[in-house]
């Protein structure tokens, strides 16, 4: 189902390094923690017994493979052959889910029964409270007290999986807090517990260990693309946040030169600090929960809060290898704005039936914008996730903008405002076209 870790066309050194980028920074007590991960990663990995226990858990429980869905549609929208890869339909709704059951199997057959993680969203937690449940293995999950107020339905989920979840009063009280506290809780019990840590960032060997799970998105796509069309993609698309689903639908293709490879960064509001997420298109590099990567940071290095309309893009690093990746040019990296998001959102629902996840749209604009420069090529989109989750948000979204312009207010006051017989903004700016 995966790359073995030699088999796969670019591997990170010894120390998780690709090119500059990656490595281990981290206190003493975890530095032998990992290198002892490291290598009983590797040899599980390469293990059949393994390789077909997760096999037959990503068949049976996860439902892989998710299907390659040609959106038809939208592509004669877009002036492009579109392709999605459905990872929406996979448990628990995103992709998420196929890193939390691998290091889930990995971490049971290393003995371990505790698991610990955080999450920002909750998207990771919910993947990782399903996974132990399925598993049987104890969750304790870190989240920051901001966000638990803000995601109180994936606290719920969490909770009625089995799973611990435990508030983070400290620092900016989201992720990043979290993690910090997740590596707390690790550092003083590396023996007896297991970080399962939720994108491909963070020291090695978790950006190596992460893909190695997440690979079989492009694994996947890049056969089922081939069966349909007898071609490769022009090009493959996905957002990033931390970039796992970037980097599992990206790998299997490093090998194929002629297919282009673009990540979607969340653009949010605008270019200022702390109005957007892009890291790799206006980070600096810099070290981050035991990583060197691309960062977003103030000129003395404190890093700077970020802002996403999508919760899971939200986060101020990016894996290394990403950024690796960006240095030699082999995948590009753009940005999509929280407008522009929300109208491919909005165009995929109406045009395809598929309500994609606020972070999967970003991936969307991508193609959107490729096909406007480079029309009728084939692209290749990893729809990350579904949009269930993101309702409240955008129902808020449509209030407040219904709120910010009185001429689209219904006249007679206390009359249900006329939304269900609006088209969508991205629709009918599109059709007019
Ligand atoms: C968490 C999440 C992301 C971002 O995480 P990556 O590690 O960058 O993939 C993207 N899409 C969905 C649906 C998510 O839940």
Same mark, same amino acid.
């Given at each position: 189902? #995966?790359?073995?870790?030699?088999?796969?066309?670019?591997?990170?050194?010894?120390?998780?390094?690709?090119?500059?980028?990656?490595?281990?920074?981290?206190?003493?007590?975890?530095?032998?923690?990992?290198?002892?991960?490291?290598?009983?990663?590797?040899?599980?990995?390469?293990?059949?017994?393994?390789?077909?226990?997760?096999?037959?858990?990503?068949?049976?429980?996860?439902?892989?493979?998710?299907?390659?869905?040609?959106?038809?549609?939208?592509?004669?929208?877009?002036?492009?052959?579109?392709?999605?890869?459905?990872?929406?339909?996979?448990?628990?709704?995103?992709?998420?889910? &196929? &890193?939390?059951?691998?290091?889930?199997?990995?971490?049971?057959?290393?003995?371990?029964?505790?698991?610990?993680?955080?999450?920002?969203?909750?998207?990771?937690?919910?993947?990782?409270?399903?996974?132990?449940?399925?598993?049987?293995?104890?969750?304790?999950?870190? #989240?920051?007290?901001?966000?638990?107020?803000?995601? !109180?339905?994936?606290?719920?989920?969490?909770?009625?999986?089995?799973?611990?979840?435990?508030?983070?009063?400290?620092?900016?009280?989201?992720?990043?807090?979290?993690? &910090?506290?997740?590596?707390?809780?690790?550092?003083?019990?590396?023996?007896?517990?297991?970080?399962?840590?939720?994108?491909?960032?963070?020291?090695?060997?978790?950006?190596?260990?992460?893909?190695?799970?997440?690979?079989?998105?492009?694994?996947?796509?890049?056969?089922?693309?081939?069966? !349909?069309?007898?071609?490769?993609?022009?090009?493959?698309?996905?957002?990033?946040?931390?970039?796992?689903?970037?980097?599992?639908?990206?790998?299997?293709?490093?090998?194929?030169?002629?297919?282009?490879?673009?990540?979607?960064?969340?653009?949010?509001?605008?270019?200022?600090?702390?109005?957007?997420?892009?890291?790799?298109?206006?980070?600096?590099?810099?070290?981050?929960?035991?990583?060197?990567?691309?960062?977003?940071?103030?000129?003395?290095?404190?890093?700077?809060?970020?802002?996403?309309?999508? *919760?899971?893009?939200?986060?101020?690093?990016?894996?290394?290898?990403? !950024?690796?990746?960006?240095?030699?040019?082999?995948?590009?990296?753009?940005? *999509?704005?929280?407008?522009?998001?929300? !109208?491919?959102?909005?165009?995929?629902?109406?045009?395809?039936?598929?309500?994609?996840?606020?972070?999967?749209?970003?991936?969307?604009?991508?193609?959107?914008?490729?096909?406007?420069?480079?029309?009728?090529?084939?692209?290749?989109?990893?729809?990350?996730?579904?949009?269930?989750?993101?309702?409240?948000?955008?129902?808020?979204?449509?209030?407040?903008?219904?709120?910010?312009?009185?001429?689209?207010?219904?006249?007679?006051?206390?009359?249900?405002?006329?939304?269900?017989?609006?088209?969508?903004?991205?629709?009918?700016?599109?059709?007019?076209?």
């Amino acid at each position: 189902m #995966m790359d073995s870790p030699r088999a796969g066309t670019r591997q990170p050194d010894a120390l998780g390094r690709f090119g500059p980028f990656g490595g281990r920074y981290v206190p003493e007590t975890l530095f032998t923690t990992l290198e002892r991960l490291a290598t009983q990663a590797s040899s599980f990995l390469e293990d059949p017994a393994f390789r077909s226990a997760l096999a037959e858990e990503l068949s049976s429980w996860v439902a892989r493979p998710t299907p390659l869905t040609h959106a038809r549609r939208l592509g004669d929208l877009w002036g492009a052959e579109l392709w999605l890869k459905r990872e929406d339909l996979a448990h628990t709704g995103a992709h998420k889910i &196929n &890193n939390a059951l691998g290091q889930g199997l990995l971490a049971r057959r290393l003995g371990m029964r505790r698991i610990i993680a955080e999450t920002g969203a909750g998207q990771h937690g919910v993947a990782t409270a399903a996974a132990c449940a399925r598993l049987g293995l104890d969750a304790t999950i870190y #989240m920051g007290a901001v966000d638990i107020a803000r995601q !109180a339905p994936n606290v719920d989920r969490m909770k009625r999986l089995g799973a611990t979840v435990v508030a983070v009063h400290s620092g900016d009280q989201t992720l990043r807090a979290a993690i &910090n506290e997740a590596l707390r809780d690790w550092v003083s019990d590396p023996e007896g517990s297991y970080y399962l840590l939720g994108s491909a960032v963070g020291p090695h060997p978790y950006p190596w260990l992460v893909r190695e799970f997440q690979s079989v998105i492009g694994k996947e796509a890049r056969e089922q693309l081939l069966s !349909a069309t007898g071609n490769l993609p022009d090009v493959a698309i996905a957002c990033v946040g931390g970039g796992s689903n970037a980097i599992g639908l990206f790998h299997p293709f490093l090998g194929d030169r002629e297919v282009k490879l673009l990540g979607i960064e969340a653009g949010g509001r605008g270019t200022g600090l702390g109005e957007h997420a892009a890291t790799i298109a206006r980070g600096r590099p810099g070290v981050l929960h035991g990583c060197y990567s691309q960062l977003l940071q103030d000129p003395c290095g404190q890093i700077i809060e970020t802002h996403s309309i999508s *919760a899971g893009l939200d986060y101020p690093g990016v894996g290394p290898e990403h !950024a690796y990746l960006a240095s030699i040019g082999r995948a590009h990296y753009e940005t *999509a704005s929280d407008d522009d998001a929300l !109208a491919a959102l909005d165009a995929c629902c109406r045009m395809e039936g598929i309500l994609p996840a606020l972070e999967s749209a970003h991936a969307l604009v991508g193609a959107q914008r490729w096909a406007r420069s480079h029309p009728g090529q084939r692209i290749l989109v990893c729809l990350s996730g579904r949009g269930d989750k993101d309702l409240p948000a955008l129902s808020q979204l449509q209030e407040s903008s219904d709120e910010g312009t009185p001429e689209r207010r219904s006249p007679v006051e206390g009359d249900p405002p006329m939304k269900e017989i609006r088209g969508g903004a991205a629709q009918s700016k599109e059709t007019l076209r």
